[in-house]
């Protein structure tokens, strides 16, 4: 190929360039073009300045953006990079902000906001990671666990814990060359994220004379960070559910000469300043920014100490290596200068070499300052160094990674249940032969196998009413499939929805904590209930859960007619203009939905409020190494972020029935570069 922007059948851009920083530099063109209004909506809020076009709702993620110090955060980790790495990251700014004007004019947000664009910064690439992970190691539910004890008691702190509460989680297996029919190495998996319009993901593929990658990138972001293919080697990661971040409560102080916190060596000077958060159709919000030695105020004197802000790095010097990896070792070295977000990574070579192993940068401290808010002022509760080296595994079969507590077990304190990790393993390890193609079996497999203690509850129940005993039977006999054509799932779903509803009435004093709006969703009981609920049923204090399910499966029994699990459990892509799917002129897809939080095809709702699905595979892949172009991958929606464009959804399709794409493919040149050099 030439240099220039190729497209295959999927509008999926193939990119290639005489080096790597004319590489770089194009694949910010890219971004620009496909994904305008999402990377330039990630930028502001990196800045904290979002509401300024989108109004009062997004007013709370600015203040919080602006207190946690983002942007600041985001400099001095640009400043701390090396040379070249900065370079390249500069390239790809460059690139974003030659074509930022016309991506723009096509992206109908642009208007619909009146946002105006400014140049992109060179360090906005890492401004808009942190802003994308700040929240992802869940840092808030420490002030859940602070609220528990203080209305119910210590020795309730654990009561909620439910391997995992708010995520999804991520699937990701690596099934070496003994247990393949090609004898080498077979990479697969799927991020779970919120399923956003645009994807989350962008497909790409990066060639240049020094290396031929192709992968999922993230917009706003160079390079290929988390799963990639070099034809000699090929990477894939899941959270590791790791706890890096903590929360200080700080006493505060004014004096003559500003604010001061008691901290291990007594009241210390902190830094302060007032910056204005503008608000669309609203009054500004003036923001008293108060940082401490432990780290910035991000509510009411408490403080959040995250390692980029300590440690002035983000791990972004990995990036470019991992494009000119070619075996596992490279990848390996490559990833212990990773920070954030802390990730379990696999990696297989076509030499046969292996990896698996934990990266990311966690500190070493109390094992309180990992359940709650401790107290700044004591010394026992600083940190005291980093965890080195980081775990790893050796493979000597197929591993499995899905955010449950194996490898990174003494990284964190709650990871997520080990259901999907257990059904993943029994059906890698049930054969020796797998290929690429039959990968698509796993990515769809729908068995519950959280089911088990709710249907136990049923057994022993007596004086039932007929309709009960019919329900009770059915749901006994039942597969624990959650299947988008199946009553009995929906059946299942609505019986556990009503034994949420009526365990959460009795935990009503946790209800209304005093928290800012952005930290609403980590303090509501019911959230907590749904997620936990296996741990409640086998351990709820003073409850007879039993009672409960007897009338959860009378009122769900007297319910007629009842509809297929698909019909209520529907996939709703999150946009934040709440833009439609399809545009005017197009017939809508039905979005029902298999799976559920704790089904390998994990599709994500909250159980004890609503059936529809808001969490899901980000993006599906399975990656060969014996031959790389039989390879095949599929995000939710498709290449392009621009509602009515002919890539905007087109891989849609394929994603609902759980199908895959191949990654490469017949390929059009879209333009020459002609001017679009760096």
């Keep these: 190929m030439n240099a220039g922007v190729f497209r295959d059948t999927y509008g999926v851009p193939h990119l290639q360039a005489g080096d790597p920083l004319a590489l770089v530099y194009l694949q910010g063109v890219n971004a620009a073009r496909d994904r305008a209004w999402q990377i330039e909506l990630e930028r502001r809020r990196c800045l904290g300045t979002s509401a300024a076009f989108l109004g009062p709702e997004a007013a709370g993620w600015d203040v919080f953006a602006r207190q946690a110090r983002l942007a600041d955060t985001a400099r001095l980790c640009f400043e701390s990079l090396d040379d070249q790495t900065q370079a390249w990251v500069t390239a790809y700014v460059q690139g974003v902000n030659h074509a930022l004007p016309g991506g723009a004019a096509s992206a109908p947000e642009f208007a619909q906001t009146g946002l105006t664009l400014q140049e992109w910064e060179p360090w906005t690439p890492l401004g808009i990671w942190l802003a994308v992970h700040i929240l992802f190691a869940g840092f808030p539910s420490k002030v859940w666990r602070t609220h528990v004890a203080r209305h119910l008691g210590d020795e309730y702190v654990d009561l909620f814990t439910s391997e995992g509460p708010h995520g999804a989680g991520s699937n990701g297996w690596l099934i070496p060359g003994s247990h393949t029919a090609s004898g080498q190495a077979i990479l697969a998996g799927d991020p779970h994220r919120f399923i956003e319009n645009p994807g989350v993901y962008q497909q790409v593929r990066l060639i240049c004379p020094e290396y031929d990658v192709l992968g999922l990138a993230v917009p706003g972001i160079p390079g290929i960070p988390h799963f990639g293919h070099t034809g000699g080697v090929a990477w894939t990661i899941t959270n590791a559910m790791a706890d890096y971040q903590d929360l200080f409560a700080e006493q505060l102080r004014r004096t003559g000469s500003g604010v001061e916190a008691l901290g291990p060596d007594g009241w210390r000077l902190a830094q302060v300043h007032t910056e204005v958060v503008e608000?669309?159709?609203?009054?500004?919000?003036?923001?008293?920014?108060?940082?401490?030695?432990?780290?910035?105020?991000?509510?009411?004197?408490?403080?959040?100490?995250?390692?980029?802000?300590?440690?002035?790095?983000?791990?972004?010097?990995?990036?470019?290596?991992?494009?000119?990896?070619?075996?596992?070792?490279?990848?390996?070295?490559?990833?212990?200068?990773?920070?954030?977000?802390v990730n379990v990574v696999m990696a297989a070579d076509t030499s046969g070499g292996l990896l698996h192993r934990t990266a990311g940068v966690v500190?070493?401290?109390?094992?309180?300052?990992?359940?709650r808010v401790v107290p700044a002022w004591s010394a026992d509760h600083q940190w005291t160094g980093w965890h080195d080296p980081m775990p790893r595994a050796d493979v000597d079969g197929p591993a499995v990674m899905a955010n449950a507590r194996e490898l990174a077990a003494d990284l964190g304190v709650e990871f997520a249940a080990p259901h999907r990790a257990r059904r993943i393993r029994e059906l890698v390890n049930a054969?020796?032969?797998?290929?690429?193609?039959?990968?698509?079996?796993?990515?769809?497999?729908?068995?519950?196998?959280?089911?088990?203690?709710?249907?136990?509850?049923?057994?022993?129940?007596?004086?039932?009413?007929?309709?009960?005993?019919?329900?009770?039977?059915?749901?006994?006999?039942?597969?624990?499939?959650?299947?988008?054509?199946?009553?009995?799932?929906?059946?299942?779903?609505?019986?556990?929805?009503?034994?949420?509803?009526?365990?959460?009435?009795?935990?009503?004093?946790?209800?209304?904590?005093?928290?800012?709006?952005?930290?609403?969703?980590?303090?509501?009981?019911?959230?907590?209930?749904?997620?936990?609920?296996?741990?409640?049923?086998?351990?709820?204090?003073?409850?007879?859960?039993?009672?409960?399910?007897?009338?959860?499966?009378?009122?769900?029994?007297?319910?007629?007619?009842?509809?297929?699990?698909?019909?209520?459990?529907?996939?709703?892509?999150?946009h934040v203009l709440r833009g439609p799917v399809f545009a005017p002129d197009e017939e809508p897809l039905d979005l029902g939905v298999s799976g559920d939080h704790h089904c390998v095809?994990?599709?994500?709702?909250?159980?004890?409020?609503?059936?529809?699905?808001?969490?899901?595979?980000?993006?599906?892949?399975?990656?060969?190494?014996?031959?790389?172009?039989?390879?095949?991958?599929?995000?939710?929606?498709?290449?392009?972020?621009?509602?009515?464009?002919?890539?905007?959804h087109d891989q849609l399709r394929l994603w609902l029935r759980g199908a895959l794409a191949p990654v490469l493919g017949e390929l059009t040149q879209e333009r020459p570069l002609g001017a679009l050099s760096s």
């Design 279 to 341: 608000v669309a159709s609203a009054d500004p919000i003036e923001v008293e920014v108060i940082e401490t030695e432990r780290g910035p105020v991000v509510m009411d004197g408490i403080s959040l100490r995250y390692p980029p802000r300590v440690t002035g790095r983000l791990g972004f010097e990995v990036l470019p290596k991992l494009l000119q990896a070619t075996t596992v070792q490279d990848v390996d070295a490559a990833l212990d200068a990773w920070v954030e977000p």
């Design 363 to 371: 500190p070493r401290r109390h094992p309180d300052n990992l359940l």
């Design 431 to 574: 054969r020796d032969d797998w290929s690429v193609d039959e990968m698509p079996s796993i990515h769809t497999d729908t068995f519950l196998g959280s089911a088990g203690p709710l249907l136990d509850l049923l057994v022993g129940l007596d004086d039932l009413s007929a309709q009960a005993v019919a329900l009770r039977n059915e749901l006994l006999r039942w597969d624990r499939r959650m299947d988008a054509a199946s009553t009995t799932a929906s059946a299942y779903a609505a019986l556990r929805k009503a034994l949420i509803s009526r365990l959460t009435d009795h935990f009503a004093v946790l209800e209304n904590a005093d928290v800012p709006e952005l930290f609403a969703a980590w303090m509501d009981p019911l959230t907590h209930v749904s997620y936990a609920l296996e741990n409640l049923i086998a351990s709820a204090p003073g409850i007879n859960v039993g009672w409960l399910a007897r009338e959860a499966l009378e009122e769900i029994a007297a319910r007629e007619p009842r509809p297929p699990w698909g019909e209520t459990h529907q996939l709703a892509p999150l």
């Design 601 to 648: 095809m994990s599709t994500s709702s909250l159980p004890g409020l609503t059936d529809v699905c808001v969490r899901a595979s980000a993006a599906r892949y399975a990656f060969d190494l014996a031959d790389r172009a039989a390879s095949r991958w599929v995000v939710p929606l498709g290449a392009s972020g621009v509602l009515g464009d002919p890539h905007h």
